[in-house]
């Protein structure tokens, strides 16, 4: 196997794109780590061991494949671009415990995909994902309920938006999506210069340890989650009247006013100060009204 430290640095990292022709692509969001303390300290971060089996998405030409591959029993690396399989494949190909896949993540059935390759392994997710499939791909991790861990470099504004608190203004729906799935926290940032070609705006390495248990199941949860979304559709409205334009057809105005006094809040409140117990309490008053 190449060395790692012999590929994470820009001369190395240009000499062996250069090597085959690689070419940046804009539309596949791709922008490749060039700085090695970086990659070790999100495995540092990522509290891995040999007993997880680690998907990784977008290796890119395997900056933090190599590093997630020296601490975990196995690692899962999806790649979109056929360009880079070859690439992967032969830096790789002395590794025993590191499986190249080409495929969309979008796409791939992760639970068929990742039994396949990783079994008798707990599953994590630890990657530097492409900036425009951040919130698709978290959702779909989190969605798939096989991750015990999510250790994902994003956008700095979407790790703040992950983290939000209620009442700030990076707090939305997908926050409490978050939060309620699973415990986020953001390690540490990371700059342009850490990036071949650089990006535009500072990243992010956020770290979300999936909750064992969660307050709501079933159709309690799905109409939690209405709520959520309804609240805020239109942040600039009111409480009262987000959700009566989703709920105008089940309950009138002045009966969504009285739920939301009768859980404890103001008239004029808007969603974006609700934290998930508030929207649970509110859910549960908006549908038994409607039982």
């Not at 680690?54 to 975990?72: F, K, Y």
């Amino acid at each position: 196997m190449t060395n790692e430290k012999t590929i994470i640095n820009t001369h190395t990292t240009r000499d062996i794109l250069n090597v085959h022709g690689f070419k940046f692509s804009k539309s596949m969001g791709q922008n490749f780590l060039i700085d090695a303390n970086i990659p070790r300290k999100i495995v540092q971060e990522s509290k891995l061991d040999k007993s997880c089996g680690v998907l990784e998405v977008g290796p890119g030409i395997g900056a933090l494949t190599s590093e997630l591959c020296s601490v975990a029993g196995h690692v899962t690396a999806v790649e979109l671009d056929k360009r880079l399989i070859p690439i992967l494949n032969n830096i790789f190909s002395d590794q025993e415990n590191v499986c190249i896949v080409q495929g969309d993540i979008l796409k791939l059935n992760l639970k068929e995909t990742v039994d396949k390759t990783m079994s008798g392994f707990t599953y994590h997710v630890c990657a530097n994902l492409p900036y425009n499939i951040t919130t698709p791909a978290i959702t779909a991790f989190i969605d798939s309920n096989i991750f015990e861990s999510i250790t994902v470099m994003v956008q700095r504004e979407v790790a703040l938006r992950i983290c939000a608190e209620p009442g700030t203004p990076e707090y939305g729906a997908f926050s409490v999506y978050a939060n309620y799935h699973t415990k986020p926290e953001i390690l540490f940032n990371v700059p342009p210069e850490c990036f071949m070609p650089r990006p535009k705006v500072m990243s992010s390495i956020i770290r979300m340890k999936t909750r064992t248990s969660k307050p709501l199941d079933g159709e309690n949860e799905k109409k939690f989650f209405r709520v959520v979304k309804a609240a805020f559709g239109q942040r600039r409205k009111t409480l009262v009247n987000a959700l009566f334009a989703v709920f105008e057809k089940t309950h009138s105005k002045e009966r969504i006013t009285e739920i939301v006094t009768e859980c404890g809040f103001d008239a004029r409140i808007r969603g974006e100060v609700l934290g998930i117990d508030d929207f649970i309490k509110l859910s549960e008053a908006l549908f038994a009204a409607n039982s």
